[in-house]
């Protein structure tokens, strides 16, 4: 069984920054990737950055690129969402996923509010 934790969330202003933090513990042999969805009320979950655990590539949605950054930790199951420049439109509960060996596994998830 696969646990992950979610840390970080919280309220900020406009243009403001945030870093979250996921930890994934228990057995953990074949991770294939780690990821940050984010789902707003009324939307669908969508994908902000994953970061494959095969060759360490990541690739972030269309919207957060050049304002966020992921990062792993090399010799844990951690990784990190530093999010510069937040915007209203950032406001979300945001969930730390990670597949493998064909199962999706998913945090509880950390509210992001950006307002003034």
């Known amino acids: 069984q696969v646990q992950i934790e979610e840390s970080g969330g919280g309220t900020v202003e406009p243009g403001g920054s945030l870093r979250l933090s996921c930890v994934a513990s228990?057995?953990?042999?074949?991770?294939?990737?780690m990821s940050w969805y984010r789902q707003a009320t009324g939307q669908k979950r969508e994908l902000v950055a994953t970061?494959?655990?095969?060759?360490?590539?990541?690739h972030y949605a269309d919207s957060v690129k050049g304002r966020f950054t992921l990062s792993r930790d090399v010799t844990e199951n951690t990784i990190h969402l530093l999010m510069n420049n937040l915007k209203p439109e950032d406001t979300a509960a945001y969930y730390c996923h990670l597949y493998q060996m064909g199962v999706d596994y998913w945090g509880q998830g950390t509210q992001v509010t950006v307002s003034s």
């Open positions: 970061v494959s655990m095969i060759d360490y590539k990541i």
């Open positions: 228990g057995s953990t042999p074949s991770v294939y990737s």
